[in-house]
């Protein structure tokens, strides 16, 4: 049940910060405690045999499966683990494809073949379950295969124990998959591109060094939200229903001000902010940095960067802890990428970058970038990477939510273009001019080193960038703050892994033709053709700018404003392709995951149009209605005491104006839910979404206009919908 603007008010009056319960050992000394809920090496190490941890050790890391003896032996030890820290329960930890993680919980308790009462946990039990799989999207595919969905162990994941109120549950992350192995998550295509970008980047680490024999991914997100009060967004169905206010007069004040940035943290928040930062760190999660964001209510909070499977599952469990931590707060918080109109929208900067066992990161120009001709190909390699499928990046990020961002005048544009910084063009630009001679290669070389530190050198950021180089690092910003960073990341993966295969194959077609030419050589050609032909990507200007958006259609580069024209780059005979030759997914799979995608745009347009519908009769007609009413009964009043009619003309006025922005409203709505109706009777989800994107959104945003205009209108005490002001500054 929604409660009343007035109630929530009221209930605001009284909050305190909430007082975090004390750690033993006290919460500021974070190593004390780090991972302590986590079955890390600490704990295998104290719950496995040596033999057996050895074991998993391998296993994991050679990403080879595990014996049944050895998971018999792990379940045992998670077990008892588990047990130790008080858990009962377990439950397999999945990514659908929509919503954000789920859990099927299965108590360690059970009977044995006497009757007696006892704990149990096999390795099967750890290896594979099955949940209810018939309530998550499949997309088709287990219709057309096999009804059941299966989850299975990723033993590159640790487990770890949830506390949920007092329950404990021990969590394994698994993959989630139909009975003949078709994906239906993020994490199985994330693995499988990953092992495809190690397998290709692997040769051409070892023309650089010998001793590289793996290649990994690594992750670092960056992740925004808004924080309410927990009573005004219970006064707010639309904030219930869609995560996004549907309308709502913008505050007076509202970003302009610029006083937020790095400003002190209200106390109710810091608190908040503190206890989360707690309870991820118990889960290895390893957060450093929080700040205030530009919107009012905006924060942001950013970990370390680890592997990119463990640091996309720890988002996702990071998403489920900021809204289980809010609840003691009583705050509400809104991962929605758009929350309020007129103010900044969330995103989640996703920073990446691979490294080496030899425990270099091949994007950073290292200490020694006189020497380093791997930084420069795998820099240029990326650039040609994006280049070579920026539309399917673009796609990896659209869903109903995003759209508010991207192409919406607002960081960043979703025009994809790849930005370097000068020091970086210019380096890129002497390449492309000089002849690639063995000369060359010093001369660029020595180029290169001449650059201050780079990595440190952020003066020459650009904000607008939706692909921005940051030193020893390319960040993806395009990604929205609710989204699960598994799909850009996995499509970056292939495009790297697919442009490295090219580029191990142009480099030694120019060796067998300059039988002469040394491999440095070589490779320079090769760059700088890669230079030449992707130059159409690389944008260094401001991506808000209308000149960029006619200069970018010059180039030939897409601009999809909408999820429906976006998600298209998933099935082109590109993607599909590659998706096949990384074996990421199938053709049968991707068309799957299309449609799953298309499904759950389609879903959400729903629910908003017809909250937004049910806002309007429930509320916002309710209070033009009353102050109406009001002001007529003033009118009469004023008549019968002998007040000439022309004093009461600003009483008409008001009322007129209430009346027509009411019709006009009510007709938008009738139009609107007509065309849901048609919307829903097209002939495929591309069309159905199509219609909702360009029939229904549209009135949508008509009809706010008018109800935002009736808000400012009536008399604040028959407005029943916490204001914008109220939402964004009352903590
Ligand atoms: P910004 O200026 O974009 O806010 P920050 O310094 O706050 O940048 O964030 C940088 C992010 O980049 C952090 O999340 C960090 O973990 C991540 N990062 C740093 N180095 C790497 C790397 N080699 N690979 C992946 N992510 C990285
Ligand atoms: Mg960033």
Not at 11 to 30: A, F, G, K, T
Not at 225 to 230: A, G, Q, T
Not at 382 to 395: E, F, G, H, K, Q
Not at 492 to 503: D, E, K, R, S, V
Request: aromatic letters at 8%.
């Amino acid at each position: 049940m929604s409660q009343s603007r007035f109630n929530a008010l009221d209930n605001i009056q009284n909050r305190s910060p909430y007082d975090i319960e004390p750690l033993d050992p006290p919460s500021h000394v974070i190593s004390s405690f780090y991972g302590c809920n986590v079955f890390n090496e600490k704990a295998m190490r104290k719950y496995l045999n040596e033999e057996s941890y050895l074991k998993v050790k391998a296993a994991i890391q050679s990403g080879s499966k595990l014996s049944r003896g050895v998971a018999e032996t792990v379940a045992t030890a998670m077990k008892k683990w588990a047990q130790d820290k008080g858990a009962s329960h377990y439950a397999h930890w999945f990514q659908p494809l929509t919503g954000r993680t789920a859990e099927k919980h299965d108590s360690f308790f059970t009977l044995d073949m006497k009757g007696n009462a006892i704990e149990e946990f096999k390795g099967d039990a750890l290896a594979q379950q099955e949940p209810d799989g018939s309530s998550f999207p499949g997309g088709g595919l287990r219709t057309t295969f096999e009804a059941r969905g299966y989850t299975a162990w990723d033993p590159s994941s640790p487990a770890f124990i949830l506390e949920v109120g007092d329950g404990m549950t021990l969590c394994i992350p698994t993959i989630f998959v139909t009975y003949s192995g078709e994906s239906l998550d993020y994490k199985l295509p994330l693995l499988k591109s990953q092992s495809y970008l190690e397998a290709a980047a692997i040769p051409i680490c070892k023309w650089f060094d010998k001793k590289v024999s793996k290649v990994g991914v690594t992750l670092g997100w960056e992740q925004e939200y808004f924080l309410v009060d927990e009573a005004l967004f219970n006064a707010r169905p639309d904030l219930m229903m869609c995560g996004r206010t549907l309308i709502g007069k913008t505050a007076p004040k509202g970003q302009q001000l610029d006083d937020h940035y790095f400003g002190s943290i209200p106390e109710r928040v810091y608190s908040y902010m503190r206890d989360l930062e707690t309870e991820c760190h118990k889960l290895g999660i390893p957060v450093r940095t929080r700040h205030n964001e530009v919107g009012p209510g905006q924060y942001e909070l950013a970990p370390m960067f680890e592997d990119v499977n463990v640091a996309v599952d720890h988002n996702q469990l990071l998403m489920d802890l900021m809204e289980r931590v809010a609840v003691r707060h009583k705050l509400k918080v809104l991962l929605h990428e758009k929350p309020f109109s007129g103010v900044n929208g969330s995103g989640k900067h996703n920073n990446w970058s691979m490294s080496t066992n030899t425990g270099v990161n091949l994007l950073s120009p290292g200490s020694d970038p006189g020497k380093n001709l791997r930084f420069l190909s795998f820099f240029v390699n990326t650039i040609m990477a994006v280049y070579s499928n920026a539309d399917l990046l673009r796609a990896t990020v659209a869903s109903f939510s995003n759209d508010h961002r991207l192409g919406a005048n607002e960081a960043p544009p979703a025009i994809v273009s790849v930005f370097i910084g000068d020091k970086m063009t210019n380096v890129l630009n002497a390449i492309e001019k000089g002849k690639a001679s063995k000369a060359d290669v010093k001369d660029i070389l020595n180029l290169l080193s001449k650059i201050p530190d780079l990595e440190k050198d952020n003066t020459d950021r650009n904000r607008t960038s939706p692909f921005a180089f940051t030193g020893n690092k390319f960040e993806v910003r395009m990604v929205g703050s609710n989204q699960n960073c598994a799909q850009p990341m996995t499509v970056l993966n292939m495009l790297m892994g697919q442009q490295l295969l090219n580029f191990e194959n142009d480099v030694t077609a120019v060796m067998k033709k300059n039988k002469k030419g040394s491999r440095d050589t070589a490779i320079l050609k090769v760059l700088k053709a890669y230079i030449k032909k992707s130059k159409a990507i690389r944008f260094e200007g401001d991506g808000y700018s209308e000149e960029w958006k006619k200069e970018a259609k010059k180039r030939g580069l897409s601009n999809n404003l909408n999820t429906p024209a976006a998600l298209e780059a998933y099935v082109s005979e590109d993607s599909k392709k590659l998706y096949a030759d990384s074996g990421v997914l199938t053709e049968v799979e991707l068309e799957a995951h299309y449609d799953v995608m298309l499904e759950n745009y389609i879903l959400n347009m729903d629910i908003e149009s017809q909250t937004l519908q049910e806002l309007c009769l429930n509320y916002v007609i309710p209070a033009g209605v009353a102050y109406q009413t009001r002001l007529a009964q003033n009118m009469a009043a004023m008549k019968t005491a002998g007040i000439p009619a022309k004093e009461c003309a600003m009483q008409k006025e008001l009322i007129l104006r209430i009346s027509k922005a009411m019709n006009s409203m009510n007709d938008l709505g009738k139009k609107m839910t007509k065309e849901r109706h048609t919307a829903h009777k097209a002939k495929s989800a591309a069309a159905c979404a199509k219609a909702f994107c360009n029939k229904v959104k549209p009135l949508m945003d008509k009809i706010r206009v008018h109800a935002d205009d009736i808000e400012m209108l009536v008399d604040d005490q028959d407005w029943q919908l916490p204001k914008y002001r109220e939402m964004m500054f009352l903590k």
